[in-house]
Structures are given as C-alpha cells and as structure tokens.
C-alpha cells in the first residue's frame, strides 16, 4: 500500500508539470508497465483529478482543471516557497486574512521536516505607513475588475471624485490591468470619453452591470504595464521612465551617509569627505528641495536649470525667514 500511494504521488508531480505525457514516457519514467500507468491514473481519477486521455498510436494524459479543488502535490522546494510567499501577502494587503488562513492550513499538513524549515524562515513584510486616507479596497471589486479584462468587455462605474476633484459619472472604459503602487490599487484603462489612457483608484470605483461590448485591446504606451505605471507616476506622459527632471550635483558627504537616503539616484564616491549624486524628481524646484534635505555644501554640475531652482528656492526661503523675523516681538 505505501508503496503505491509514493507511485500515485510521483505520477501525479510528473502530470502536474502541465504537458502531455504518453503512457511509454509514464511507464519509463516510474519504472513501471503501461498497464499499471492505466490503472494508476484510473485510481487518481476516482480521487477528484480530471485526467483525459489523448488518442492515438501511444495514447497519452493530461491533468485538466476541474470544477472543485483537488488535493495538490508540492515537492519540498515548492512548498517552501508558497509559504514564504503567504507571509510576505499577510500583511497590510486586500487578502491578508485568507492568506493568513492558507498558510494556516499548509503548515497543518506539512511534514516535521518542511515545517521546521517553514518556522526557521518566519517573514513579516513591513508595509510602509498608511495615510488617513487609505481604505481598504472590497475584494468583489477586485474580482469584478478582473473578470471584465479577462472577457474584454467595456466596464461602465461611478467614481467617486477626490477632495480636489469633482464628480463625473458614470465612466466608460476599456479595462486593461488592475496593478498595486505603493500600497493603493489601481485600475488602467483607455477611457471612451476624453479617449486617452486613465488611471483610477480602485477603491474609489463602484462597477454598474451589465458590462458593455467586447472589444480589441490597445498597445500600452510604453509597450508594457511596469513602465507605463512608472512612467504615469514620474509626471512622464511619454513612454520612457526617467524622470522628468534629472541633475547631477557634489555634495560633501561621504557616500555611505548618502546612500541610504538617495533612494533610487545613483550616489559616486569621490573620496572621503565627497560623493557625486545623480538624482530625479517631478519638478526643478521639488529636486532642488529633495537634495538640500541631505544639509550640506552642495555643488551643482547640471543642469542650469537646477541651479536656477536652487536659487529661487533659497530666495523663497529667505524670503519666508525675513517675514518670520519680523513678526518677532522686539
């Protein structure tokens, strides 16, 4: 008996590799005959696993998708790895308590072995802070989303406008992918209306029904979803990624001061005391404002319209401090 629940258990990992198998190719690789591959699957098929079987000279079997959720199989490396992955999603996100669930029941069935491994590698992702304004996005939205994009139906909803925005609805779109940036969910579609790319806050979005007529997908600016996110959230309208506004300046600190800070700029040692910090931002002025937070000597090499922010910057400031002095009770 044990020795054909391991034969079953080893025959299901090959099927589950997601391509067909002949009975041969079964019978070689388990060290078993043809016949008992037959039986063997026959056996797995009363267990809730769709297996067809592929007509022809060597025949051959499939593990199809089923309308219920069979047992599954995980070799030890597998297994592993969904674990590390339901902890780093059980924190701060739309699915944590299901994926603290999942990770419940997975450890349950785990051999001493695995879950000594799995509690030696406990992982907590540490989601930034949340602002005030940072609700929780509803599941079925999610859901409802992602099934229009599948299908390629045109999505109609009310939106629900921010503080400086005011409201419009209902939008008419071309649903293309839902994505997350910096803990917010977010909706990207070709609006019907101002015919332009849009994207919209999840958690904002209320989807009416019916959806609309299927339609043919656009190409993304940018050709894919990561840089087109990127590109968006950068102020680019175009399809690069860079910055809009990028300089280079010297600051005098030493570069393991500054690296930590620069976040994703480029910081060059230049010796003990200097470092060479190439770094972008939206605007001239909110670079300008980034860099002097490091509070130190800054020399700018380009370009000359940095140095020109710095300097409207620094007359704003004094600007403010001579207002502030001369508020001051004498």
């Known amino acids: 008996m044990h020795k054909t629940s391991s034969r079953l258990l080893a025959l299901l990992s090959l099927l589950q590799t997601h391509r067909d198998w002949s009975g041969q190719a079964l019978a070689e690789r388990l060290d078993i005959t043809s016949r008992t591959v037959r039986r063997d699957v026959d056996r797995l098929r009363e267990l809730g696993y769709r ?18 959720m069979p047992p599954m199989l995980f070799d030890d490396d597998q297994a592993v790895a969904l674990a590390v992955a339901l902890q780093t999603t059980a924190t ?6 299901d994926a603290t669930r999942a990770l419940a029941t997975l450890r349950q069935v785990m051999p001493p072995r695995l879950r000594h491994r799995i509690d030696l590698l406990r992982i907590t992702a540490v989601q930034p802070p949340a602002g005030r304004d940072t609700p929780q996005v509803d599941s079925q939205v999610l859901v409802d989303l992602s099934r229009a994009i599948h299908a390629r139906e045109e999505l109609r909803f009310d939106y629900t ?11 008419r779109v071309q649903p293309h992918h839902v994505v997350t940036w910096r803990n917010r969910w977010y909706l990207v579609a070709w ?14 979005i209320r989807p009416r029904t019916p959806t609309g007529p299927r339609f043919a997908p656009r190409e993304l600016p940018g050709g894919n979803i990561s840089t087109f996110i990127t590109s968006r959230f950068r102020g680019n309208e175009g399809p690069t990624t860079d910055w809009p506004c990028q300089g280079e300046v010297i600051l005098h600190l030493p570069a393991a001061d500054v ?9 060059e040692e230049l010796g003990p005391h200097h470092c060479r910090l190439t770094l972008g931002s939206w605007s001239w002025t909110g670079l300008a404002a980034t860099i002097g937070r490091f509070d130190t000597d800054i020399e700018v090499i380009g370009p000359p319209r940095l140095a020109t922010a710095f300097a409207d910057l620094a007359a704003r400031y004094a600007h403010a401090a001579e207002r502030e002095i001369g508020s001051l009770p004498e």
């Not at 609006?191 to 994207?199: A, G, S, V, Y």
């Not at 690296?259 to 910081?267: E, I, K, L, Y």
């Open 51 to 68: 297996i067809t079987t592929a007509k022809g000279p060597a025949g051959g079997y499939r593990l199809e998708a089923g309308t219920h």
């Open 92 to 97: 701060g996100t739309t699915i944590a308590e």
């Open 191 to 204: 609006d019907l209306d101002r015919e332009d790319w849009r994207t919209f806050r999840v958690d904002r």
């Open 161 to 171: 406008p921010g503080p400086s925005t005011s409201a419009d609805n209902p939008r």
């Open 259 to 267: 690296a930590p800070f620069a976040q994703d700029g480029m910081v």
